[in-house]
């Protein structure tokens, strides 16, 4: 009996919550809600065309800064404004478009005793730049910019680049890697300067290429220093290469005139990699083998390495065959 009970009173409520759903008050209740709604958006509306006024923060931008100063003071990062407008305009700042900085060109402004000086009339007018024409600036903080700085010691360095270059199969570079400018200046303290003898690009990779490379890369920095400028024009000559042998002759070098030495072969294959433009001037003159008396004296294998005495810049890859050499150590009689 007790559940049947609760199943009855159960299904009462169930009823007479859905007897009320469908009654005309709850609909009246809708209605009424929608017009609260409504004039509360008319009123919203009304209101952003009276005036109002707000602080809004304005971004500080530096630029034109001499590497040659370090400033004294934390710079300023941002400008509060008080600005007054129609509310419209005013939400457009906060949830609308974001003003652009305000930027200060320290080239523009005016030296004294160590500090660039921003006055208020020169804030007020760059200020009043970046708003909209309707809107009345009331005031700003700071009213006044101080920038105080200390001179950095200066060196000039020369510049390094710091990279790995893979290039395709069959190409190699054909000459140094050039860096414009050379030279860089650095300013900071000058105990940490006097530890810096170069300096060097941020890293650079370089895949796969086979053609003549021309890049700006940035320099490293380091904490404490400015550099100017601070990127440099890298220049990586790249040229297929292709393959050449040569004939060059073994010399015997500091022979007393009493010996005679004899190398079996005379000569030694050099292969070599060599650019398509330098192919046809590469000649034996540009290679030598010579090997020291003082190598053979002694040597009872009667067997010496072979290596290269000279060689161009030019030449990659560069092998000899055979590496080895047999010689033969003649000694003449000597007559009175």
Sequence with gaps: MPQLESDNLFKSVRRESETYLRNRRWKEVLVFLLFVLLAAAFWFLQNLQQN????????????????????????????????????????????????????????????????FILENNEIHDELTKLLSVTTELIGFTPP???????????????????????LAPGFHPSGKTLVTPETVKVYGNPSLLDSLQSIETVFTEINKTNKSITRTVYLQKIKGIAVQPSAVTVTIPVEEFTDKTLEIPILPIGVPSRYTVRFFP???????SISLSRFKDLNEGDFAIRIPFSEL????????????SEEPEQAYSVSLSPDKVEFILEQHSEHP
């Design 297 to 308: 004296t002694g040597n009872a294998a009667g067997i010496v390495s072979v290596r290269l």
């Design 52 to 115: 109002a006024e707000t602080e809004i923060a304005v971004p500080v931008r530096f630029k034109n800064v001499p590497a040659e100063i370090a400033f004294a003071d934390t710079l300023p990062e941002q400008i509060m404004i008080h600005v007054k407008d129609k509310g419209s305009v005013l939400l457009n700042y906060t949830l609308g478009r974001a003003l652009h900085p305000f930027e200060i060109d320290l080239k523009n402004l005016p030296v004294r005793k160590d500090a």
């Design 266 to 272: 005379p000569t030694v294959k050099v292969i070599c």
């Design 144 to 166: 006044r910019i101080r920038l105080r700085y200390n001179r950095r010691k200066e060196k000039e360095l020369p510049v390094v680049f710091n990279g790995k270059v893979n």
